[in-house]
């Protein structure tokens, strides 16, 4: 697909789902380049979870179990990658699609879902992120732990990704048929 821009010249048009796969790579490998560089530069005494509840914060020696985090954020992003796409985008469903819908139509509709997971990853990629960054500050004594209102905004952009494909899904539907 081509489109032109404003001075008249064609550039060819990145796929939705390609840009958000890319992103997701690249966050896990900043994931891994963070704990890389971070570990060798660690106190002896590392943060091994964050403080919930006002409790203490669990710190043991320095060891590799400092890279759980990275290894987790790796097998549930790149896992959910791959099991989506070897499960392929579920079908839409017969109440969700009329009989008389195009197969463009369920194609744009899995397209959507896929964009949907990717884009959700990306954050969650971003909370692991958080975290881990939380427990690098937290072994440095340099901070007190996660930034309460930047973890929760992730995951309330997380619930609002929800009805805003839906609604989404719907407009595709009224377009096309």
């Not at 973890?151 to 494909?165: D, E, G, K, N, Q």
Request: charged share 15%; aromatic share 12%.
């Amino acid at each position: 697909m081509v489109s032109r821009r404003p001075g008249g010249k064609a550039f060819p048009r990145l796929n939705s789902l390609v840009v958000l796969s890319w992103c997701n790579y690249l966050l896990v490998a900043m994931g891994w380049v963070e704990a890389l560089y971070a570990y060798p530069r660690l106190p002896g005494q590392m943060s091994i979870w964050l403080n919930v509840f006002g409790h203490e914060i669990p710190r043991a020696d320095k060891s590799l179990l400092f890279f759980i985090y990275p290894l987790a954020q790796s097998l549930c992003v790149l896992g959910g990658m791959w099991f989506f796409r070897v499960r392929r985008a579920p079908k839409p469903t017969a109440e969700s699609v009329p009989s008389s819908a195009s197969a463009e139509t369920e194609a744009r509709i899995r397209a959507r879902k896929t964009e949907h997971l990717l884009l959700t990853l990306i954050f969650v990629n971003l909370i692991f992120i958080h975290l881990q960054t939380s427990l690098i500050l937290l072994a440095h004594r340099i901070s007190t732990g996660v930034n309460e209102v930047y973890f929760a905004s992730l995951f309330v952009v997380i619930l609002a990704l929800i009805p805003y494909y839906r609604i989404r899904e719907k407009m595709i539907l009224q377009r096309r048929l």
